[in-house]
């Protein structure tokens, strides 16, 4: 009827404002241990939103926050909850990883002989897929580290277990642009090689393998590594074309 909203244009308009709100949210360090926080301690098979709420609206006061972000970050974890992690199937999903089955930052060491940028290099060089752009072996031999030897210390936002295989999560913040389409394969692609996520990644694949050799009797890692996930916490949108962060 005339002088009301069109329901498709009111749906649109709904959902770009929303867009801005997680676009807009600070940046930076702070920003981005905040989420960590809320993640480590949110149950992801909770179906009572109050409960969502009520530790969002805590660690918003905690951090010193708004508190009218909080419809804002509930809708974002809603999203990143139920998204389909892997876009040939839709049921790996974090709303189904029960709080035994995940392990909060997980804190590694791993022993390192003398190793080098020039080492490390040559391995991508020899053992890289063909995801990883051909100038990230030589990107890394430019790093700027002396020799080093000893331990490997790092931690691991999550790990966690579905259908017997074991995934790593890792948590980003990174504000790439005010448009989902900035959160697209290839500008997280571009994202992954600039800020070595990719080398990143491999250390902690690394160490969780390790682990693995020594809690699983009949371990292989072909059967039992399902894979690596970096999520872009404000790229996250089910509903959009493409799979996004």
């Not at 009827?1 to 676009?23: A, F, H, Q, R, W």
């Not at 389909?84 to 035994?100: T, V």
């Not at 060089?125 to 072996?137: E, M, Q, R, T, V």
């Not at 790439?176 to 389409?181: I, R």
Request: proline share 6%; hydrophobic share 35%; charged share 25%.
């Amino acid at each position: 009827p005339p002088g009301e909203p069109d329901e498709k244009t009111s749906e649109i308009s709904e959902t770009d404002g929303e867009l801005s709100g997680i676009y807009s949210f600070p940046k930076g360090a702070k920003a981005g241990t905040f989420f960590h926080d809320i993640l480590e301690h949110l149950d992801f098979t909770e179906s009572e939103s109050t409960v969502m709420e009520t530790l969002v609206a805590e660690k918003l006061r905690g951090y010193g926050f708004e508190p009218h972000w909080l419809g804002t970050i509930c809708a974002t974890l809603r999203k990143i909850l139920t998204v389909p992690l892997d876009p040939k199937s839709g049921e790996l999903r974090l709303s189904c990883i029960q709080n035994e089955d995940r392990l909060n930052e997980l804190e590694f060491y791993f022993p390192l002989k003398s190793i080098t940028p020039e080492e490390i290099g040559n391995l991508f060089k020899k053992y890289a897929g063909p995801d990883l752009s051909a100038d990230f072996p030589e990107r890394i031999e430019r790093l700027g580290f002396s020799p080093v030897k000893g331990f490997m210390k790092g931690f691991m936002d999550m790990v966690f277990r579905f259908q017997e295989r074991y995934y790593l999560v890792d948590w980003k913040s990174n504000h790439l642009g005010d448009g989902y389409s900035d959160y697209k394969p290839a500008a997280l692609d571009r994202t992954m090689v600039r800020d070595y996520y990719f080398l990143q990644y491999h250390l902690y694949v690394t160490a969780l393998d390790q682990l693995l050799k020594l809690k699983i009797e009949d371990y292989e890692y072909t059967r039992h590594f399902g894979g690596v996930f970096y999520i872009f916490l404000r790229g996250i949108w089910p509903d959009r074309t493409g799979h996004t962060g």
